[in-house]
């Protein structure tokens, strides 16, 4: 199994652009979580899906955060506009129902100038 | 309100002794508790978990923690420490009706040669 895929791995932009990261889970697996990461706030739960319906977003900073789950094998997190303050590893995880387990992708590294 | 407390920012192990990493969490009902490793550049990686049964959990890379219920503790430990254990290290906890993880801010671990 290749695991949690993300692309970018990074991602250099400058404010006021539109950012997309993308994710695809696990094969089968039917939970996915967004996080972030950051050296002041930790690790951030932003939104989690299961079977594609979006579960609880209360972890969205702002408006200007999006998340869609158009199938079972892909995710984006869109940021747009994008501002300094975004600059962040933004982590996908993916988890089968009755594992627990969460199984992270490698991250992309945001950097927003 | 769940939460989990990671009372350490860093903890520092000469090679070859024991280590400890501390975990504290506090939810309603049974707790599902984790520890997660996260190497420089890195997503985090699954590596022990406990949800019901032996309170003494085995994991991977020759890791355990000890559930202790009453003392609402699930300390990571390992007996003894290796270079290649230097990570930051992440304890997370979920109510058994709940599947949104908690997560504590992360230790630093060093070990030293």
């Known amino acids: 199994d290749a695991g949690v895929i993300q692309s970018p791995r990074h991602e250099v932009t400058e404010m006021g652009q539109e950012v997309t990261l993308r994710c695809k889970p696990i094969s089968g697996h039917d939970y996915l979580f967004w996080y972030r990461q950051t050296m002041m706030r930790g690790l951030e739960l932003l939104i989690y899906?299961?079977?594609?319906?979006?579960?609880?977003d209360s972890g969205m900073p702002e408006d200007r955060f999006s998340a869609k789950m158009p199938n079972a094998s892909f995710s984006t997190l869109k940021i747009q506009p994008s501002e300094p303050r975004d600059s962040a590893v933004y982590f996908c995880?993916?988890?089968?129902?009755?594992?627990?387990?969460?199984?992270f992708g490698p991250g992309t590294r945001l950097t927003v100038l | 309100a769940q939460s989990v407390a990671q009372p350490e920012d860093q903890v520092n192990v000469a090679e070859g002794n024991p280590l400890t990493v501390k975990c504290t969490y506090s939810v309603s009902g049974n707790p599902y508790l984790f520890w997660y490793v996260q190497y420089p550049n890195r997503g985090l990686q699954f590596l022990l978990k406990?949800?019901?049964?032996d309170n003494l959990v085995k994991g991977s890379y020759g890791f355990e923690a000890e559930f202790n219920k009453s003392q609402t503790s699930f300390h990571l430990k390992k007996p003894s420490a290796l270079v290649s254990d230097s990570a930051l290290y992440f304890c997370?906890?979920?109510?058994?009706?709940?599947?949104?993880?908690?997560w504590g801010a992360g230790t630093k671990l060093i070990i030293k040669p």
């Open positions: 899906f299961n079977n594609n319906v979006p579960i609880d």
């Open positions: 406990y949800i019901t049964g």
């Open positions: 995880a993916s988890s089968l129902w009755g594992d627990d387990t969460q199984y």
């Open positions: 997370a906890v979920r109510e058994s009706s709940n599947y949104q993880l908690i």
